[in-house]
């Protein structure tokens, strides 16, 4: 037993010390989340942290690349054009392409989120409104069903996650972080107060999730919702208050570090 919390002592110090080394706003340099540090107001940052984080996967210089490409199309005023847009003015997106999601997906993310700051007062309180006590993984199951109430095509719903459909939602995770944890470090915003750095998930990635195992902290082999539940369990004996800082240190020592 006493050999056991030396280890989770030993790892929770070299983590925690990877963590500050990451956690810093030079990690701003080179991540997505560059591009809703550009807004000042809440539904902007939140808004483009949204779109942002659907787009991010495959080459990191291409998903902020064509992140500034997407807030270029919504007039550098992502509420506002959410907001007040006509329908002619969504023609000017149907040749955003960023792999799979196209102006079709684009259009159709733009009348939902609409939709959701009209009649379901915005992220937020769809979020807050559906969390669970320690997890927020059914809030997102909700969120992505009000999302996709109105009339859509169906190629559209795969740039949403459910967990409860088995996905890791690293993608919608990865945003949670942005808008929850707190801002003293520059790099997360802190702006949705009313749910809490705890019920956190770790956005699970080929990086994070082959670090996470050779540090004994996922035994399962797929990245998937499964997966994800057993690293929350993991990282909150670590930190129950704030597991997902450990992002940071999995996503540095992969990436950066090819640990």
């Known amino acids: 037993m006493k050999k056991k919390q030396q280890d989770i002592r030993e790892l929770r110090e070299f983590l925690d010390l990877k963590v500050e080394q990451y956690n810093r706003p030079e990690f701003l340099a080179s991540d997505p989340i560059q591009i809703p540090h550009r807004f000042r107001e809440k539904e902007d940052i939140e808004i483009s942290g949204f779109l942002t984080a659907t787009i991010a996967w495959g080459n990191r210089k291409s998903i902020i690349s064509n992140a500034s490409l997407l807030m270029d199309l919504l007039d550098q005023a992502p509420y506002q054009f959410i ?7 969504l023609n000017g997106l149907d040749d955003f392409v960023h792999r799979t ?7 159709y993310f733009i009348r939902a989120l609409q939709n959701i700051y009209t009649h379901h007062g915005g992220m937020e309180a769809v979020f807050t ?7 927020l993984q059914q809030a997102i199951s909700a969120f992505r069903t009000i999302f996709f109430t109105l009339d859509h095509e169906k190629r559209t719903e795969k740039h949403v996650s459910d967990p409860s459909r088995g996905s890791a939602a690293k993608r919608i995770n990865m945003f949670l972080r942005w808008m929850v944890r707190d801002a003293r470090t520059g790099v997360d915003f802190g702006l949705w107060k009313s749910l809490k750095p705890s019920q956190l998930s770790c956005p699970l990635d ?5 670090v996470a195992r050779k540090l004994g902290l996922l035994t399962r082999k797929q990245n998937d919702a499964r997966a ?8 909150r004996r670590l930190d129950p208050l704030d597991p997902v800082k450990y992002d940071f240190a999995l996503f540095g020592l992969g990436v ?3 640990f």
């Open 228 to 235: 994800v539940q057993e690293l929350d369990e993991n990282l």
């Open 256 to 258: 950066f570090e090819k």
């Open 129 to 135: 409104q559906h969390s669970g006590e320690q997890s």
């Open 206 to 210: 080929v990086h994070s999730g082959k």
């Open 83 to 89: 907001i007040q847009h006509q329908e002619s003015d």
């Open 101 to 107: 999601f196209n102006g079709t997906d684009l259009r």
